[in-house]
Every structure is written in structure tokens, then in C-alpha cells.
């Protein structure tokens, strides 16, 4: 395990199936201190539990469309302050918010009104071939955002999420179809984001085919700049 010397405030960027789940759960394993939030994640579980947020989370997701700015931040913002996140001590990792920069913005003005601040973000570029199989081959446990893969990293029982037994689903918009659109909207989205977070000097990128590539060179990244 690592231990940090200040707390990491990262975000995790990648395209739709480049692993930050994956990466988001190696981490958690590593660095005990950390919480995470994803949104994806977040928002299945208040489609799962059919709530008003979630009926509407769900004609968008759907889609493979973004939700809009403000309903996504109002979401995440309030779980953000519910959680004892912004205690200067925490240590934190974000998975999928914010994807925009009028997300990036308002997530920074909650962070100073505390006086915290982002301190890493982290593209995860692996080659778009590689990843309409991953998906396709996915299943998920909503209700801890536990990730699996039929060929990578299958369930111990097929069907089954290792540590509840609980029965384990594919997600709506991992389709072929849905996916396409998911990776346009992350086009179109991410230069602009990586602009904003490179102009305040947070920026870095960790390339590779597999998780397995990646997850060592986060984790040196993180050592090098976060602990010891
Ligand atoms: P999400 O949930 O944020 P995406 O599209 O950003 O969804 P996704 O699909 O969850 O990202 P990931 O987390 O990057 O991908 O990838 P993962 O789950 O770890 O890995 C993908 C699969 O590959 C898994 O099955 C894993 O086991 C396997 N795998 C991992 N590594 C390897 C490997 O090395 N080899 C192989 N063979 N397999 C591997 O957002 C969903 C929707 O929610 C809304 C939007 O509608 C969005 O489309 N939304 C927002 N809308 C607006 N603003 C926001 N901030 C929003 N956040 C969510
Ligand atoms: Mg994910």
C-alpha cells in the first residue's frame, strides 16, 4: 500500500471503456485513504431505483448522451458535500465528472469555497480499437460499481459479483450503437476539458493497450508526486 504525504484530489479521465473503474478499484486497493465517486456509477444506481433524477438519467443515458450540466453538477456537488469530502485532509478520486468545462468550473468554485482544489487529473489514452469488445463483454454490480469482463476479469460464479453473490447486469448503453455515440460525445468534449485542467498544470496522460500497462505507470505517477 501507499501511503500519502498530502492528499491526492484526482480526476480520471479516459474515454468510455479505457478502465477507470478499473483503475478507480486498483487504486481504492492500494491507497486505503482514498474515496472515490463515480458518477456513472452514481447515476445507474438512480435508474436501478427508479427515482425522478433517474428516469430522467435514463432517457439520456440510453442515448449515449450527455446529461446536462447543471442536473449532473447539482447531483454530484451534493453528494461531494455530503460525503466530509471537502475536509482538508481527504484524500479523493473522480470517475466521470466532470466531463465538460462548465462541469470543471462549477466543480472548482465549490472546491475554493473550501479551500481546496483539484491536484491531478490523469488521461487514460488507450487505443480506441481495443475497446468495443471490452464493453461488449462487460457486466456491472450496481450497487457497488464493481466492473467485470467475460475474457479479463470474469466473475468467480459466472452471472454473480464476487463479494455480495448478488446478480450482476449489463449496462443499457453498452451497445455497439449506444457506444459509438458515447465515443462521439467524449470527442467532442474531452480536447476542451484536457485544455482547461493543462492551462492550470494538472494535467497528465498514461498510454497503453491494457490496465495491466497502465495501472504500474499510474500508481509510479502517483508515488512520485503524492507519497513515498
Ligand atoms: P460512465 O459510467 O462514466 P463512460 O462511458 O465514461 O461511462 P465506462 O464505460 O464506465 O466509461 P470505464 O469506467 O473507463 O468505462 O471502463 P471500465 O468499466 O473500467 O472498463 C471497461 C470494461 O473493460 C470492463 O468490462 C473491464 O473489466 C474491461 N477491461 C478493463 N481493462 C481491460 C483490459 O486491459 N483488457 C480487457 N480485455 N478488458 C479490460 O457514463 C455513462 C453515462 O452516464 C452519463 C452519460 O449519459 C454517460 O454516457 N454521465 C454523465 N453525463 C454528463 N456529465 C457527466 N459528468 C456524466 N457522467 C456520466
Ligand atoms: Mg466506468
Known amino acids: 500500500t501507499i501511503k500519502l504525504l498530502k492528499p491526492l484530489r484526482l480526476l480520471l479521465l479516459g474515454a468510455p471503456g479505457s478502465g477507470k473503474g478499473t483503475q478507480t478499484s486498483r487504486l481504492l486497493e492500494r491507497i486505503p485513504q482514498l474515496f472515490s465517486i463515480s458518477s456513472g456509477d452514481i447515476l445507474r444506481q438512480e435508474v436501478k431505483s427508479e427515482s425522478t433524477l433517474g428516469r430522467e438519467a435514463a432517457?439520456?443515458?440510453?442515448?449515449?448522451?450527455l446529461l446536462p450540466d447543471d442536473l449532473i453538477t447539482r447531483l454530484i456537488t451534493f453528494r461531494l458535500s455530503a460525503l466530509?469530502?471537502?475536509?482538508?485532509?481527504?484524500?479523493?478520486?473522480?470517475?466521470?465528472?466532470?466531463?465538460?468545462?462548465?462541469?470543471?468550473?462549477?466543480?472548482?468554485?465549490?472546491l475554493k469555497q473550501h479551500d481546496a482544489s483539484l491536484n491531478l487529473v490523469v488521461e487514460l489514452d488507450v487505443p480506441e480499437s481495443?475497446?468495443?469488445?471490452?464493453?461488449?463483454?462487460?457486466?456491472?454490480?450496481?450497487?457497488?460499481?464493481r466492473v467485470y469482463n467475460l475474457q479479463y476479469n470474469p466473475p468467480k460464479v459466472p452471472g454473480l459479483d464476487d463479494i455480495t453473490g448478488e446478480p450482476l447486469t449489463k449496462r443499457l448503453d453498452d451497445t455497439a450503437e449506444v457506444f459509438k455515440k458515447r465515443l462521439e460525445e467524449y470527442n467532442q468534449?474531452?480536447?476542451?476539458?484536457?485544455?482547461?485542467y493543462r492551462s492550470s498544470g494538472i494535467l497528465s496522460t498514461?498510454?497503453?493497450?491494457?490496465?495491466?500497462?497502465?495501472?504500474?505507470?499510474l500508481l509510479n505517477l502517483i508515488t512520485r508526486k503524492f507519497g513515498h
Do not use: C, M
Not at 468534449?189 to 482547461?196: A, D, F, I, M
Open 59 to 65: 432517457t439520456y443515458i440510453a442515448q449515449g448522451k
Open 84 to 110: 466530509d469530502w471537502l475536509k482538508p485532509s481527504a484524500a479523493w478520486l473522480l470517475d466521470g465528472f466532470p466531463r465538460t468545462t462548465p462541469q470543471a468550473s462549477a466543480l472548482d468554485e465549490l
Open 130 to 145: 481495443t475497446i468495443l469488445e471490452r464493453i461488449e463483454n462487460r457486466y456491472v454490480h450496481i450497487p457497488s460499481g
Open 189 to 196: 468534449t474531452n480536447e476542451p476539458l484536457k485544455e482547461y
Open 206 to 217: 498514461v498510454s497503453g493497450e491494457t490496465s495491466d500497462i497502465i495501472f504500474p505507470k
